[in-house]
Structure formats: structure tokens, C-alpha cells
């Protein structure tokens, strides 16, 4: 019932651009994955390829064990929920759910006006499958709570009510896998939270293989099992949220995961000096130090203390600053720090409200220090370098 | 009480400014359309002629005179014959060659300026090119059809033939301009209802066709119809042109014109383009009606 997806070298393209390069992957069943990045990267392209909606120029996809290249979209018995959910605006919401079932239950005929009423004076068979459909469609509103909607048109719905009506034509006829095309961007901010919350129940609850794509990283984290990044037609690194989070894969990846992104600084080599950096003396010499690019640091990992009094000493590096701009964020607070150093270099700290006895203002002469096990290493390309060999005390 | 009356002083004031600005327009209102329709009202229950130095008030006798009138009758039901031959082809065609052409991607704006050449080129000019064409002698539609051994028809002197003919040209005419209207429409449906469509199993022609092209296509067939049926009601020019109303071809409009400016029986032609004129209103008040009662789909 419900089946994996597999992708195999696939690759796509527009002219002479290459919109999905080489791409691999595999959602288990009854996984939650994501496809994050940003627009135009490519994985609303990938989501219909695997619709079948688009074609694509080599590779393989496969759903559950079958090669699915040449199968037309409704015989790859997967649903889709679109962004704009499409529904159909001359039908009511409990004809556009009945519409899937209308269309696999009955033959050609059948299923159309008068011609299919017609028919239907000479059996009782399309009777009885009228009447199982509408029997499984009121079910299916009751459990979505949308029973009070079924007779309105889709212009008289609520975006959220919308997209429940379209989660409802997706579940409706029971696929081996659900494809979602940023089903939430449309609501509000709130409605979006709440809408996200239930879609995970749901994904709980049927247990089915989501493939879920959306350009917000907070979606794609809190909703998956596996989030998988994609920049330029290419899937740049596939893994939990925690490890996308705790060792991107890349600079790329490192910038777009998480809020506030990640601190990126440049080391531009100055014969062994690092712009002034206490660094080069804890990266062990015989590595090969000018492979390393970029250091990354985690806005939560930047400790803050006042001018003046050292930080711990288990803070390996400890740089003066002052506050540029403070943002209340609630149970934290964001600052923008200015180095003293480093040629005036701006980070992202990020301070539980809970620890700060009063909050600095702008302005405010400070000490931001990290310890180096906390940082990313990043080599000329952008790949992630191990850190932790590398580091010595 | 004085800013009782001062408030009571300024609603006068406004009230004479809002007058004063609506004047200009009321005024042209009344003398572009009220007054010329009056005008016909009035013309219409006398039996004033042309040139005629006195006339007589008739009261409705004009219009008893056009149940009688068998020219009147025979126009009637030949404008209502080329209605119901011209409407449901037009917009059946219009629609057909839209779907067509919509599918096309480069070859679609060619499609689309030959189609269109009928409405913007002159009937008038056009005519000449039919009467050749139909020429029971020398056309060549003639010629293939005796060279198959079928006997040779006057499309334009055959009663039987004339109104069925003129609705062809009449076709000819209009169908580009309702391709144009389906074209209009057809692009404004959204692609994903197609590719949701697909995935639930509706991606046949037949399906797409019933689920989603033609009950889209509502609000623009209504249009169509209605346009349609009021373009095909005016109907005047193939008959000026082709036959002037001989072998039984009169229409509304034609009837009209012969009544008012050959016999120059002002009177009675006032009385049928009030006949006219009260079947376009018909027409045009269903029109607003059903567009009014919500066709189209946000």
C-alpha cells in the first residue's frame, strides 16, 4: 500500500541548463522527507517528475519496486497536493474529492453526465458504486472535519479550509505515496503553524511516504524524517534534521539551515596570521591549513560576557566587540556584534532571555568568544573539513 | 437650531452642486438615446412618410398591419432561421478550432490572424468573392459538385437554398471571432487543474474535456452566445449585397431598411425597428441577467 520512492541519475534539462543534475534518491515507506532550498532550484521540477507531470532527459524513477519512466500519472497511484491546490472551481468540495474515485470506478461512459445517468437506468451496478463513493467520501470529511463543507464551491473556502478539501481529493482513493508542492505557503503565518502541526498527525497517522517540498527550512525540519537540501538542480546534502543542522554538508547548506544562518567568516590567509586570529596556532601544522576557506559558527554557540571580565577559560577564542543591534526575539535575544577586530566583521549571537540579567543596549563594549570544537570548517570548494582532528588545545 | 439650519443649508447646497454636475451628462443621455428613441415611439404610431407634408396618428395600426404584412412575417422567421442555423454553429466551431489552436505552440498566432481575416475583412468587398464562388454557372462549388454528379444549385436564387447559404457566410464571418473569445478563455484556465486532473485519473480528451475545459469555459460561452445571437439577429449586409431580398430572403433588418428608405414609409418602419429593437432587449437583458447570477469562478 504504501511504497518507496527511488530516483536513479535523473536528470533534466531546459535548453542548455541543467535543472535537476544527477540526482539520487530514496524515501523509504512510510518515510516524511523534505525537499528544501531555495526558488528555482529545482525541487518542484524533481516533485513533478515524479508525478509525472514533467519529463525528464535520462534516469530512472521508480515507485515501490516499479520502474515508473513510461506510466502515465494516474497509474502511478500517487497523489499530489499542489501549492495552489487546484481544486476544481465548478465542482462542490465533495464532487472535487469524489472526483478520483469517480474517474478510476467507472468506465468512460459511466462516469460522464447524462450519457452516464443514461446508462445507469439499465444497471444497478453504478448505483451501488455511487453510493459506496459517497459513503467513503463522507467518511474521509468526517475525519478531516470538513463534513460542513462538502456542499459549498471551493471560492467560498478559507485557505485553510481549502487546503484540508485538497489534502482530502489527495487521500481519498488511498496512495502508495503523497507528493506536496509547498501546500502551506499560501496561509498565514499562524494557520500555516497549525496546518503544519496537523499534517504531522496525519503523516503519524496513515503512515504513508510524504514527499514534501518547501522552501521553508523550519517546515522541513520540524515536519521530516530526512530533509534533503537541493541548490541548482542538485541535492547537496540528504540527511536527519539534527545532522543537516549539526554538520552541514557544505557552506551552502550551512547558510541555509537554520535561524538566524550560521555566522560565515572568510579566512583569508596572511602568511601564517589569520586576519589576527588566535586560529593558526590551534590548527595542527602538518594539515593542510589553506585547504580550510571558511569557519562557521552557530549563533547559538557565540558566548557573550561583559568588557573587562574574562570568559571561561574552556572558550578557546575570545574577541572583543560591541553591540550593533539588539532584537527581541522573545524567550531569546539576537544580537548583531560588531568585532573590535577583524576589520569590524559582524556576528550573530543568540542569547536565551532566561540568562541575561538585563538586556544590552546598542552600543555596549563586550567579549564574544566560542570554543573551537564548535566550529564548522569549510575547504575551497565549500565541502565541509572534519573538524575535530584538526583542532588541538 | 441654527446648526440645525446650517447643516439643513448645506445639504441644499450639495444637493444643487451634485445636480449641476450630473447636468452634462444627463443632458447627453437624453439627447443621444432617450430623446431619438422617443422619437421613434412617437414616429412609429403615425403614418408619416418621407417628404410627406402631413401625417395622421395611427395609434398601434402599424403594428396590427405588420401581423398581416407577408413580407414583414417571412422576414421574421428568416432571421430566426438564420439565428438558429448560425448561433449553435458559430459558437460550436468557434470553440472547436480555439481548442485547436490552443494546442499549438508556434504555429498558434497563424492559425489565429487567418481565422480572424473574416471578421476584419469587409462583407461589402467580401460578396463579390461568394457570388463568384456560388455562381450556379460559372462557380467553382458548382463545378465540384455537378463533376461528382450532383445536380447544380443556385445557392443565392434558390429559396430553399438562400437563408441556409447566407447563414454559411454568416458563419464564415463570425466563427474567427468567437475562436478569438474561447481562445481568451481557454488561456485563462489555470494549467494545474489539468496536471491535478491527470493524477486523478481524468487525462483523456474526453475527460479533460467534461471535467474541466467546458464547464470553465462557462462564463465565456455565455458571452459568446449571447454576442453571437445578437451579431447573427443584425443580420443585413449578405442580403444587401448577395440577393436584395429577392427569392424570399428578407430579413428583420433588411424588411426595415426597404420599408424606410426605398418606399420612405417612415411610420411603419418605426413600428418594426421597435419590433427590432424589442428582441434585442430581450437578449441583451438575459445576457446581464446571467452574468449577474454568478457563471464564473474565482
Known amino acids: 500500500m504504501t511504497a518507496s520512492i527511488k530516483l536513479h541519475s535523473l536528470t533534466k534539462r531546459y535548453g542548455s541548463q541543467l535543472v535537476l543534475d544527477n540526482i539520487n534518491l530514496e524515501v523509504h515507506p512510510g518515510e516524511f522527507v523534505s525537499l528544501v532550498g531555495p526558488s528555482g532550484c529545482g525541487k518542484s521540477t524533481l516533485l513533478r517528475v515524479i508525478a509525472g507531470l514533467t519529463n525528464f532527459d535520462a534516469g530512472e524513477v521508480f515507485i515501490g519496486d516499479r520502474q515508473v519512466n513510461e506510466v502515465p500519472p494516474k497509474k502511478r497511484n500517487i497523489a499530489m497536493v499542489f501549492q495552489n491546490y487546484a481544486l476544481y472551481p465548478h465542482m462542490t468540495v465533495a464532487e472535487n474529492i469524489a472526483t478520483p474515485l469517480l474517474m478510476s470506478r467507472l468506465g468512460l461512459l459511466q462516469r460522464q453526465p447524462f450519457v452516464g445517468a443514461l446508462l445507469g437506468v439499465f444497471s444497478t451496478q453504478r448505483k451501488n458504486i455511487l453510493a459506496q463513493i459517497q459513503t467513503e467520501v463522507t467518511n474521509l470529511c468526517a475525519s478531516l472535519q470538513i463534513s460542513n463543507l462538502v456542499q459549498r464551491k471551493p471560492a467560498q473556502l478559507s485557505g485553510g479550509q481549502r487546503q484540508r478539501v485538497a489534502l482530502a481529493r489527495a487521500m481519498v482513493r488511498h496512495p502508495d505515496a503523497f507528493l506536496m508542492d509547498e501546500p502551506l505557503s499560501n496561509l498565514d503565518a499562524k494557520l500555516r503553524i497549525q496546518v503544519r502541526d496537523e499534517l504531522a498527525d496525519l503523516h503519524q497517522r496513515i503512515g504513508s511516504t510524504f514527499l514534501y517540498v518547501t522552501h521553508d527550512q523550519t517546515e522541513a525540519l520540524t515536519l521530516s524524517n530526512r530533509v534533503a537540501v537541493m541548490n541548482q538542480g542538485q541535492i547537496l546534502q540528504i540527511g536527519t534534521p539534527s545532522e543537516l543542522y549539526e554538520s552541514p554538508a557544505n557552506l551552502t547548506v550551512a547558510k541555509f539551515i537554520g535561524t538566524p544562518s550560521m555566522n560565515i567568516l572568510p579566512l583569508a590567509l596572511e602568511g601564517a596570521q589569520v586576519m589576527g586570529l588566535p586560529l593558526t596556532t590551534r590548527i595542527k601544522p602538518d594539515q593542510s591549513q589553506l585547504a580550510i576557506k571558511h569557519i562557521g559558527i552557530r549563533p547559538e554557540h557565540l558566548l557573550m560576557g561583559s568588557s573587562g571580565h574574562a570568559l571561561p577559560s574552556e572558550i578557546d577564542v575570545q574577541l572583543e566587540a560591541t553591540v550593533h543591534r539588539a532584537e527581541h526575539h522573545g524567550a531569546e535575544w539576537i544580537y548583531i556584534l560588531k568585532l573590535t577586530q577583524w576589520q569590524g566583521t559582524l556576528l550573530t549571537a543568540r542569547v536565551s532571555a532566561q540568562k541575561m540579567s538585563k538586556p544590552l543596549a546598542s552600543g555596549t563594549e563586550v567579549l564574544v568568544g566560542w570554543r573551537l570544537a564548535d566550529l564548522h570548517l569549510f575547504d575551497q570548494l565549500g565541502s565541509r573539513v572534519s573538524a575535530s582532528p584538526l583542532l588541538i588545545r | ?298
Not at chain 2, 434558390?158 to 478563455?185: K, Y
Request: proline residues 4%.
Open chain 2, 1 to 298: 437650531m441654527l446648526k440645525l439650519n446650517q447643516a439643513n443649508h448645506q445639504a441644499k447646497n450639495e444637493n444643487i452642486l451634485g445636480w449641476a454636475l450630473a447636468l452634462p451628462a444627463s443632458f447627453l443621455l437624453v439627447m443621444l438615446y432617450l430623446l431619438p428613441i422617443t422619437w421613434v415611439i412617437l414616429m412609429s404610431l403615425t403614418n408619416y412618410e418621407l417628404g410627406a407634408i402631413s401625417f395622421d396618428w395611427v395609434g398601434l395600426r402599424n403594428f396590427s398591419k405588420a401581423l398581416e404584412d407577408e413580407v414583414f412575417l417571412r422576414s421574421f422567421r428568416n432571421t430566426f432561421l438564420y439565428v438558429a442555423l448560425v448561433l449553435p454553429s458559430s459558437i460550436f466551431l468557434g470553440l472547436g478550432i480555439a481548442i485547436l489552436i490552443h494546442a499549438r505552440k508556434r504555429t498558434r498566432s497563424i492559425y489565429e490572424v487567418i481565422y480572424f481575416l473574416p471578421v476584419t475583412s469587409t462583407l461589402i468587398a467580401m460578396a463579390t468573392v461568394f457570388q463568384f464562388l456560388l455562381h450556379p454557372k460559372l462557380g467553382p462549388v458548382n463545378y465540384l459538385l455537378t463533376s461528382i454528379g450532383i445536380e447544380a444549385i443556385s445557392f443565392i436564387s434558390d429559396p430553399q437554398w438562400v437563408i441556409p447559404t447566407l447563414s454559411v457566410i454568416g458563419l464564415w464571418q463570425l466563427v474567427g471571432f468567437n475562436m478569438i473569445l474561447f481562445l481568451a478563455g481557454l488561456s485563462s484556465i489555470p494549467e494545474e487543474l489539468y496536471e491535478a486532473a491527470a493524477l486523478d485519473g481524468a487525462n483523456g480528451p474526453i475527460d479533460r474535456f467534461i471535467r474541466i475545459t467546458w464547464p470553465m469555459l462557462g462564463p465565456t460561452t455565455l458571452f459568446v452566445m449571447v454576442t453571437s445571437c445578437i451579431t447573427s439577429f443584425k443580420v443585413f449586409d449578405t442580403v444587401a449585397t448577395l440577393t436584395q431580398g429577392k427569392s424570399g430572403s428578407e430579413v428583420l433588418l433588411y424588411a426595415l431598411y426597404l420599408e424606410g428608405f426605398q418606399y420612405f414609409k417612415m411610420g411603419y418602419a418605426a413600428a418594426l425597428t421597435l419590433v427590432f429593437l424589442f428582441f434585442i432587449l430581450i437578449l441583451s437583458i438575459v445576457q446581464s441577467r446571467l452574468i449577474e447570477k454568478k457563471v464564473h469562478y474565482v
